[in-house]
């Protein structure tokens, strides 16, 4: 499996726990450290929860390795808790 198609994969995956704003970035030759990058908002800690333990299931049913999933982000967060400026929107 190609790493586009695993990333594919795992989209599609969170969307069966009706994942939202589903996002695949192609960071190909710009990082080293992956070549897809997928961003999966939910509805509260809750939803992102079930969303990211349903994705390790079904990545481990299918005998995928995985390496990290991040299930929140920390409370002190700098960027994710700034309130997006209205001139932005």
Do not use: R, W, Y
């Amino acid at each position: 499996m190609t790493s586009k198609n695993l990333a594919v994969k795992i989209a599609n995956i969170a969307l069966e726990k009706k994942g939202k704003e589903i996002k695949i970035l192609d960071l190909t030759g710009l990082a080293f450290f992956t070549d897809f990058f997928v961003i999966i908002s939910g509805d509260s800690d809750i939803h992102i929860k079930a969303i990211s333990d349903h994705i390790e299931t079904k990545l481990k049913e299918n005998k995928i390795k995985i390496e990290k999933i991040k299930k929140q982000l920390p409370d002190n967060c700098p960027v994710c808790n700034q309130p997006i400026k209205e001139e932005l929107l």
